[in-house]
């Protein structure tokens, strides 16, 4: 059992940053691997970044790397995503999820793999 409770989200110019929070309670095996997804109108839901909270791994979309970053404090129960240079293309909700790492588990932008979401919080960029 895992509960995950977002916060962060807000409406930014271009060029500025937010950083999204969420809150992990409930079991860590149940959650050892976190994410953050967005979905924007008309767009499918995609991974923006992921972090292993065992050994600290971390993985981003391509689109994201450079100015996003995960990240996890206070004893591993937060997870981070600091966003920064913000692009009206970044406008989606976001949505944190978590997971139990498996061997050869390489889907950690696959929506279908995690079983356990937060609520979504807002992002909108405008130029």
């Known amino acids: 059992q895992v509960q995950l409770e977002e916060s962060g989200g807000g409406s930014v110019q271009a060029g500025g940053s937010l950083r999204l929070s969420c809150v992990v309670s409930?079991?860590?095996?149940?959650?050892?691997?976190m994410a953050w997804f967005r979905q924007a109108p008309g767009k499918e839901r995609e991974g923006v970044a992921g972090?292993?909270?065992?050994?600290?791994?971390?993985y981003y979309a391509d689109s994201v790397k450079g100015r996003f970053t995960i990240s996890q404090e206070n004893g591993k129960n937060t997870v981070y995503l600091q966003m920064n240079n913000l692009k009206p293309e970044d406008t989606a909700m976001y949505y944190c999820?978590?997971?139990?790492?498996?061997?050869?588990?390489?889907?950690?932008?696959?929506?279908?793999?995690?079983?356990?979401w937060g609520q979504g919080t807002q992002v909108t960029v405008s130029s």
């Open positions: 972090i292993d909270r065992s050994g600290g791994l971390t």
């Open positions: 409930g079991s860590f095996f149940s959650s050892r691997i």
């Open positions: 999820a978590a997971r139990s790492f498996r061997l050869g588990g390489g889907g950690w932008s696959v929506p279908a793999e995690y079983n356990y």
